[in-house]
């Protein structure tokens, strides 16, 4: 089993909206990961964490905050967005950090 | 961040073609992943690739990981309308992957 799972698959949110996006995985991986997707492009790493810790942070904005309160389980709470940030936002997991990653369906955000 | 460059930039072929696309970039890098992803969904790992030389099969999917571990390659044989989408490469350098620019692929039936 190589599921990663995200909740919602769609969210509109206005401009001072708090949200939260969802994630989990169930193959015992170590290491989650957020990505940022626009249209057409790569996916861009916004944040690692490495055994319940936050290993990296690309330097995003505060308004993302991410959140790992177990090793199943990563949430990515947004506050105060700006309509730029509309994009797919995509989590992976992989066995530990480094290691092969696995990504989840996504999670369409659209700012308003 | 790292740069990897993929090419053709965009492909438009006829269903039963051969398709070739590749990765390349200054660094060397220790593992080589290719990825698909269709429209609002995320990114499927098809072939992973962990040793300089190494060539992997999936199906009608072949992948090479470069001899000088500064590129790779990824062959699709008799290909169908499903084939369409975006096929990123990724390689690792340290704890992180870098994602490559991306192959566009139409498969006109």
């Known amino acids: 089993d190589t599921e990663v799972t995200q909740t919602p698959k769609h969210l509109v949110m206005g401009m001072t909206n708090k949200k939260s996006l969802k994630c989990e995985q169930h193959m015992g991986h170590r290491a989650m990961y957020w990505y940022k997707q626009k249209a057409k492009k790569p996916p861009e790493l916004m944040f690692v964490?490495?055994?319940?810790?936050?290993?990296i942070n690309e330097s995003v904005p505060s308004r993302f905050s991410p959140e790992c309160p177990n090793s199943s389980l990563l949430n990515l709470h947004l506050h105060a967005l700006q309509p730029e940030d509309s994009a797919l936002y995509l989590c992976?997991?992989?066995?530990?950090?480094?290691?092969?990653?696995?990504f989840g369906p996504g999670t369409r955000l659209t700012v308003l | 961040g790292q740069q990897l460059n993929q090419s053709p930039q965009s492909m438009f072929i006829q269903e039963g073609e051969d398709v070739s696309m590749n990765c390349t970039s200054s660094s060397i890098f220790n593992t080589w992943l290719w990825y698909k992803q269709d429209p609002g969904e995320g990114p499927v790992l098809l072939i992973a690739?962990?040793?300089?030389?190494e060539l992997t099969s999936n199906g009608r999917l072949t992948a090479q990981f470069g001899i000088t571990r500064k590129d790779s390659f990824l062959n699709i044989s008799a290909s169908i309308p499903s084939d369409v989408g975006i096929y990123f490469c990724?390689?690792?350098?340290?704890?992180?992957?870098?994602f490559g620019t991306g192959t566009s692929l139409t498969v006109i039936p």
């Open positions: 964490y490495s055994y319940e810790k936050l290993s």
């Open positions: 690739l962990y040793k300089a030389g």
């Open positions: 992976a997991s992989s066995h530990t950090q480094g290691d092969t990653q696995y």
């Open positions: 990724a390689g690792q350098l340290g704890n992180q992957f870098y």
